[in-house]
């Protein structure tokens, strides 16, 4: 998968400048072709390919980099949604979009929700290139940095969900990663502030102070955790702006982390 989307990648730089749609879908696989199932099954009128939620397959949606700007980097994009469902605008497309008018190859990844086997999210997040996510999408982000065979060269994580601990993490998000009878040890296990590494890429990280939803401890955390490894990592709380701000022009910083995006992307892994 890693050398088909270099491939396409390379096509479409030929024809599109930037892309205000993605230039390309790949379908990766689905329940029936993937390693694992997430065992969910649509009822008649649900298997819209379109949907959003309770998804069952797996596709890559290219916006290629603008060719006059382009700067070899590739980045693929984790919407958030509790892994219930998938906020693919403001968490996907519209932050794929901007990457590609600044150069950067941007691939939006509409993955499988977990039900219960934490698996299959990882498994259709290890066939990326680069990672970026957001809140439960930073989650599967952080774990592919941490627990996935391969990992990126690095990671931009924006609100994500990293703990489990009760107080700090979104118990939400890990009661439909792992089941609502999960275990402490398994809880324990994806709280990913305790599974970095010095092999773990190095990586920048977005909250907000007053995030209710998604407190900004999960950010530290995972930044303590990192430098504590020897990681190179970059970390910006804001002082306002809650949760899921994404793309939304109304989050006050929303130049500023947008500067502070590519600023990095111009000086990692060199």
């Known amino acids: 998968m890693k050398k088909s989307l270099l491939a396409a990648a ?14 390309a879908t790949l379908k990766i696989w689905d329940n029936t072709t993937a390693p694992h199932s997430n065992e969910i099954v649509l009822a008649p009128g649900e298997d819209n390919p379109d949907r959003t939620d309770r998804t069952t397959e797996t596709e890559l949606y290219i916006y290629p980099a603008d060719t006059a700007r382009a700067t070899g980097q590739a980045v693929v994009i984790c919407p958030g949604g509790s892994y219930l469902g998938l906020a693919i605008g403001h968490e996907g497309h519209d932050v794929a979009r901007w990457l590609s008018q600044n150069g950067v190859t941007a691939a939006v990844l509409k993955y499988r929700m977990p039900n219960g086997h934490p698996e299959v999210p990882l498994e259709d997040v290890q066939q990326a290139l ?94 303590e955790a990192l430098k504590a490894h020897g990681v190179k990592a970059s970390m910006h709380i804001y002082p306002v702006g809650e949760h899921g701000w994404g793309y939304l022009t109304t989050f006050p910083y929303h130049e500023a982390w947008k500067s502070a995006v590519l600023d990095w992307l111009r000086t990692v892994n060199r």
């Open 130 to 223: 680069r990672i970026m996510g957001f809140s439960a999408g930073g989650h599967l982000a952080a774990t592919a940095s941490t627990l996935g065979t391969f990992k990126p060269a690095f990671a931009i994580l924006v609100y994500p969900v990293i703990t489990a601990e009760p107080g700090k993490g979104h118990q939400f998000s890990f009661d439909n990663l792992l089941g609502t009878k999960r275990t402490a040890e398994q809880s324990e296990y994806y709280s990913l502030q305790n599974r970095v590494t010095e092999a773990t890429p190095p990586t920048l990280l977005f909250h907000s102070d007053d995030d209710t939803g998604v407190p900004s401890v999960n950010s530290a955390l995972y930044y």
């Open 10 to 23: 390379a096509v479409l730089f030929a024809f599109a400048a930037t892309a205000q749609e993605p230039a």
